[in-house]
């Protein structure tokens, strides 16, 4: 049987990472796979290595340095992940949640959270930034929902409502930054999968079939954990390749590296911007 979460081991759990802080952070980020550079941005930092919080998941991807990185951003404390685990890497997808259960607990009420996605809009090219209208939770609809277990009261209902999982408002922001800066900013949906395997050109027709614009392994169960615990979300991929549609290219995990190179000046420039808009 599953261990579930308890309101025990994330109250730990933040104290552990409330005793390394200065501040309260009011902002938190997720930082995906090669993306964790933008928290070379942060000023006056404090780093805090997720072994040394307990019963935190650790990553084991490369890309994913596996620390909390606290300080100041634009004028907004703010906490980043700088890496992210995986339901791929033997996490059970509750522990996948824990870490937004304690950005709640330290007081933070918006989440913005990035990932590397393969683009499977065939406009979408390499570098580019999308803004998450919505998700498909294809890993979660049958099985393995962050949720599953005794509902932890405290922090939100039994059956949250999903209708708006990522805010609005928020996407107005995103908007008005990408346009200031002449940022190009795609939109669309994204689809969560288990993964580690990338998909198949089978998959890849079948997702654009439905309505998919860019694919990944993770994000969707962090925004269903925020969303239960009252956060608010602004969602950003950046598209680390094209969509392997007809089999005649081969996709890596170095490819989707190689690409946050690319999307981690763009991603800096449009989270100052939002939060300067916060601010």
């Known amino acids: 049987m599953s261990e579930f979460l308890t309101t025990e081991i994330i109250n730990a759990a933040a104290q552990a990472v409330r005793g390394k802080l200065r501040g309260e952070p009011k902002v938190g980020l997720i930082l995906g796979s090669g993306l964790g550079g933008l928290a070379e941005a942060v ?11 307990p019963r935190w998941p650790v990553s ?10 606290a300080g100041m951003l634009e004028g907004q404390p703010v906490l980043m992940m700088q890496g992210r685990a995986h ?12 870490p937004v259960r304690v950005m709640k607990r330290l007081g933070i009420e918006t989440l913005v959270v990035t990932n590397a996605a393969g683009g499977v809009n065939p406009a979408f090219e390499p570098g580019d930034l999308m803004l998450i209208l919505d998700h498909l939770n294809l890993m979660g609809m049958a099985g393995p ?33 990408a346009a200031g800066a002449g940022l190009l900013l795609q939109e669309g949906v994204y689809a969560g999968l288990a993964g580690p395997t ?10 654009r079939m439905i309505g998919v614009d860019a694919v990944g392994m993770s994000t ?60």
Not at 87 to 98: R, S
Not at 199 to 207: I, K, N, T, W, Y
């Open 198 to 207: 990338f998909e198949s050109p089978a998959d890849l027709r079948f997702l």
């Open 43 to 53: 000023e006056n930092p404090v780093t805090v290595p997720y072994a040394d919080i």
């Open 87 to 98: 339901y791929y890497e033997g996490y059970e997808m509750t522990w996948v949640g824990l």
């Open 145 to 177: 929902n962050p949720l599953r277990g005794p509902n932890l009261d405290e922090f939100g209902p039994r059956f949250p409502d999903m209708s708006r999982a990522y805010d609005r408002e928020y996407h107005a922001l995103a908007r008005a930054v």
């Open 220 to 279: 969707v169960p962090e925004v269903i954990v925020a969303r239960h615990s009252g956060m608010r979300v602004l969602g950003i991929s950046g598209i680390s390749n094209k969509a392997n549609l007809d089999g005649d290219t081969e996709t890596t995990h170095q490819e989707v590296l190689d690409a946050g190179r690319v999307l981690v000046p763009k991603l800096e420039t449009l989270v100052r911007g939002f939060l300067r808009q916060l601010g």
């Open 60 to 69: 084991t991807v490369l890309g994913h340095s596996g620390r909390l990185v």
